[in-house]
């Protein structure tokens, strides 16, 4: 059964600071791997979609790597701002059903 | 992009009445859809898997009685919950994603049921 782990829980900085958030996975056969962003009491937006055979993925301030073989995915975020407040999501989509498996998200929080 | 549209986005029901839950997705075909909870400050769980004109795969511990999925259409999945308790009040979101498994999931803004 695959399971996604996310590290931190929460995370506090102040603006301007480079972050890292982590996930990490059991399961190395997934089909891909995605990073969403939730506002409270919001639905989910998609950040970065990294297939399988990528290592990275960039959006903006926003870097996504996967190191498949070691269960493992960053989430950089340069330049962070306080509009970058949000719980991160980290999802692995593997098996033969496609089911997606969520982490428990980090809760980032930018101080202006 | 594509879009996926939910509706409601809030909903207060009374205890025993029977809540409906619409997913569309806008601009694009879904054969499966995904049915998620999420409780306060906990991760989305995933509730069901919707395949377009079958029946619905529930996780376990889903109780498929409860919880009715229909996705009679490639752009049209529903939950209802029925006979609903105070327990029941969570965050529902569902996700679609087109015909590509490598594409990425696509996710509606969610519906806040409240029951009292």
């Known amino acids: 059964k695959q399971e996604v782990t996310q590290i931190p829980a929460a995370l506090s900085v102040p603006e301007g600071e480079n972050l890292v958030l982590n996930c990490s996975f059991t399961?190395?056969?997934?089909?891909?791997l995605q990073w969403f962003r939730q506002d409270p009491g919001k639905g989910l937006t998609s950040l970065l979609l990294?297939?399988?055979?990528?290592r990275e993925q960039t959006s903006g301030r926003l870097n996504a790597s996967l190191d498949k073989s070691s269960g493992r995915s960053t989430l950089y975020i340069a330049a962070s701002q306080p509009g970058d407040s949000a719980t991160y999501l980290c999802?692995?989509?593997?098996?033969?059903?496609?089911?997606?498996?969520f982490g428990k998200g980090t809760l980032l929080t930018v101080n202006p | 992009g594509a879009v996926v549209s939910q509706h409601p986005s809030r909903v207060i029901c009374k205890s025993g009445t029977s809540v409906k839950i619409e997913c569309r997705s806008l601009?694009?075909?879904?054969?499966?859809m995904f049915w998620y909870r999420q409780f306060p400050k906990q991760s989305l769980m995933l509730m069901a898997t919707?395949?377009?004109?079958?029946?619905?795969?529930?996780e376990q511990g889903v109780e498929k009685d409860k919880f009715l999925i229909n996705h009679a259409s490639l752009t049209l999945s529903t939950l209802t919950v029925t006979s609903a308790h105070p327990e029941d009040s969570s965050f529902y979101i569902c996700?679609?994603?087109?015909?590509?498994?490598?594409?990425?999931?696509?996710f509606g803004n969610g519906t806040r049921l409240t029951v009292t």
């Open positions: 996700s679609a994603r087109d015909l590509s498994a490598n594409s990425p999931l696509h």
């Open positions: 601009d694009f075909q879904a054969t499966t």
């Open positions: 919707s395949n377009e004109g079958s029946k619905a795969t529930y």
């Open positions: 999802a692995v989509i593997g098996g033969s059903n496609y089911k997606l498996t």
């Open positions: 399961d190395s056969a997934i089909y891909n």
């Open positions: 990294i297939q399988s055979s990528q």
